[in-house]
């Protein structure tokens, strides 16, 4: 016979005997020692919790704030020196416009003008990541500095 099934239909047999009296108040002080420490341990798991999610939102804001701010003063730092290039070409021709006639001075400083707005970072560009903002900085003031070099030389062979 199985014993199982033997304790099952003998349960009567098993139970005759009376618990000492401490039995139960230790039982309970067990009871209560073992949750104690499961409610503790459940305080600092969520405490631990609150943490972990309060840095994770923090740190990439600090960080983003940070590398934004550097971004944007690389990204002025560049831009203000390929601007006085620029302006530097183009304070070369003030001698040479007045040595021209007049409908050939009026084209040449409209192309200046030109030049100095087609050399205007969109403002939706500053948006982009930083090394590729910087390139296409460069890129587009070198080619206003390129395109008045190009305008002086033509004036230089003409005269």
């Known amino acids: 016979m199985n014993i199982d099934k033997f ?6 047999a098993f139970n005759t005997e009376k618990l000492s009296e401490n039995h139960e108040q230790r039982f309970e002080q067990k009871l209560k020692h ?3 420490a499961k409610r503790s341990n459940r305080v600092y798991l ?3 919790s609150v943490a972990a999610a309060v840095l994770l939102v923090l740190v ?12 944007n003063t690389e ?3 560049v831009k203000r020196y390929y601007q006085s290039e620029l302006d530097k070409e183009i304070e070369q021709f003030k001698p040479l416009l007045s040595n021209v006639d007049e409908e050939l001075r009026i084209n040449i400083e409209e192309e200046l003008e030109k030049i100095k ?3 205007k970072v969109p403002k939706e560009m500053e948006k982009i990541p ?3 903002l910087l390139s296409c ?3 587009i003031y070198s080619s206003g500095i390129e395109s008045v070099k190009h305008l002086h030389s033509t004036i230089n062979i003409s005269e």
């Open 137 to 139: 900085t460069a890129s």
């Open 7 to 12: 304790i099952s239909e003998n349960r009567d």
């Open 60 to 71: 990439p804001v600090f960080t983003t704030k940070h590398l934004q701010a550097n971004t």
């Open 117 to 119: 707005n087609n050399t």
């Open 75 to 77: 990204f002025a730092d």
């Open 130 to 132: 930083n090394e590729i």
């Open 46 to 48: 969520i405490c631990s």
């Open 34 to 36: 073992h949750y104690k």
